[in-house]
């Protein structure tokens, strides 16, 4: 007699779990990448107000401009730490962003950075 020959695939079962993954998986990254464009926004934003230089003050105002043009809606100018360190001011940021997943589950992202060296927000 002859062998039939064994098919392989994915079974209808394994299938629906694999697409059930990946659409988990592609609603975390519509809910995170949106905050994670933000927190680059917010770099950026403390890159240019360092770098206009000035006072604290003038520091402040430069990031609230930037993040009103960069719809930058999670921090402002007040929120931001200016301290002098080696002899210039650095600039640094950190905040918490929960993101509502399905009923009690939730994701809390922490951001934080600074125009130092280092890029970490100095410990407060």
Same mark, same amino acid.
């Given at each position: 007699?002859?062998?039939?020959?064994?098919?392989?695939?994915?079974?209808? &079962?394994?299938?629906?779990? %694999?697409?059930?993954?990946?659409? %988990?998986?592609? %609603?975390?990254?519509?809910?995170?990448?949106?905050?994670?464009?933000?927190?680059?926004?917010?770099? /950026?934003?403390?890159?240019?107000?360092?770098?206009? *230089?000035? &006072?604290?003050?003038?520091?402040?105002?430069?990031? /609230?401009?930037?993040? !009103?043009?960069?719809?930058?809606?999670?921090?402002?100018?007040? /929120?931001? &730490?200016?301290?002098? %360190?080696?002899? !210039?001011?650095?600039?640094?940021?950190a905040y918490d962003?929960?993101?509502?997943?399905? *009923?009690?589950?939730?994701?809390?992202?922490?951001?934080?950075?600074?125009?130092?060296?280092?890029?970490?927000?100095?410990?407060?």
């Amino acid at each position: 007699m002859r062998e039939r020959g064994r098919q392989g695939g994915i079974s209808l &079962t394994g299938l629906i779990v %694999v697409l059930a993954l990946i659409g %988990v998986i592609g %609603v975390l990254a519509m809910k995170i990448l949106p905050t994670y464009t933000e927190y680059r926004a917010v770099n /950026d934003a403390i890159a240019k107000a360092r770098a206009a *230089g000035g &006072t604290p003050q003038e520091m402040r105002a430069a990031f /609230d401009r930037s993040a !009103e043009v960069n719809y930058i809606s999670s921090i402002s100018g007040r /929120d931001l &730490t200016i301290e002098r %360190v080696n002899g !210039e001011l650095e600039v640094s940021f950190a905040y918490d962003k929960k993101i509502h997943l399905a *009923g009690p589950a939730s994701v809390l992202l922490e951001y934080s950075g600074s125009t130092a060296k280092g890029g970490q927000a100095t410990a407060e």
